[in-house]
């Protein structure tokens, strides 16, 4: 969710560019969508109007936050799409296995409420858990996604009223908010509380993954194994830019909102394992000997 000062600020930003790229044109960005903006300009355009759609909105990132990502939501020309890295694929997110008196589960993202929502089924049948012993969670190569979902999931690990996350909301008005997400789920099963847990990390784990795994290490609720994870340590917002400009082409810019930490008062930075792996990306066919 965008707030006022960042829909304000974003819109400064785009009123800008468009003076920039067009100073002839007298249009106040906060009176137009990016929509209504292409359209109006699109009749006084002699280049390709995806060249000029590239030019108006490629710099908008770096000017709204160096770490800034901008993805596509539609089929984009070739050109845009060079812009445009996706930030999740369609891999299933979630899966698991028992191997066993373990329990093997397998996050590859946190998106549309899909892992909390797993979790809580698969909880929720007391046979799932039946001579479980422990639980592995694997987030290696998880490069994160909605951060509540990542809460939400280490929630199910947690005793009650833990702050899982406290971030800093950069404001650009030289302002700073203090903001705490905890999770919002109750613990489906008592048992959840006392089995072990390991997480298995590499060095793309990043964002909402290592807010899953720090929140249980931060409370020793887990041990980390593998590897010193990304150090994603941003939240980010998204909003959505649609063009009309002769282009069928929707798009969300991805910008950062402040900088988390795990708890209420850790350092930002990546993790640091409980075990480090020789082969921290090896199948867990061939961990399981060392994790045991």
Not at 77 to 106: M, V
Not at 212 to 228: D, M, P, S, V, W
Not at 231 to 258: N, P
Not at 283 to 291: H, K, S, V
């Amino acid at each position: 969710m965008i707030d006022t000062e960042e829909q304000s600020h974003f819109s400064d930003i785009l009123e800008r560019r468009v003076r920039e790229l067009r100073p002839e044109m007298k249009i106040a960005s906060h009176d137009y969508t990016l929509s209504q903006i292409c359209s109006h300009l699109s009749t006084h355009l002699e280049e390709d109007p995806t060249v000029f759609f590239i030019q108006l909105t490629q710099n908008i990132l770096h000017d709204l936050d160096p770490y800034s990502l901008f993805k596509t939501t539609q089929e984009a020309p070739r050109e845009l799409q060079a812009l445009n890295p996706q930030t999740h694929t369609s891999t299933k997110q979630i899966l698991h296995q028992h191997f066993g008196t373990i329990l093997y589960i397998k996050i590859n993202g946190f998106w549309d409420g899909v892992i909390p929502e797993y979790l809580k089924n698969l909880f929720k049948d007391p046979q799932n858990l039946q001579g479980v012993e422990k639980i592995i969670l694997d987030v290696r190569d998880n490069g994160g996604g909605v951060i509540k979902d990542a809460c939400n999931a280490a929630d199910l690990f947690l005793p009650e009223n833990l702050r899982i996350v406290t971030y800093h909301k950069r404001g650009f008005s030289n302002s700073s908010e203090k903001i705490y997400i905890d999770g919002k789920i109750d613990t489906i099963l008592p048992q959840l509380i006392s089995l072990p847990v390991d997480v298995l990390v590499n060095r793309n784990t990043a964002s909402s993954a290592e807010i899953l795994a720090g929140a249980l290490q931060h409370y020793k609720r887990a041990r980390i194994l593998g590897e010193n994870t990304y150090g994603k340590t941003a939240i980010l917002v998204e909003k959505d830019l649609m063009s009309d400009l002769h282009i069928q082409f929707t798009a969300t810019v991805r910008y950062t909102r402040g900088k988390y930490w795990i708890g209420e008062n850790m350092s930002a930075t990546d993790l640091r394992p409980n075990i480090y792996l020789k082969n921290p990306n090896a199948p867990i066919e061939e961990l399981l000997e060392i994790i045991k």
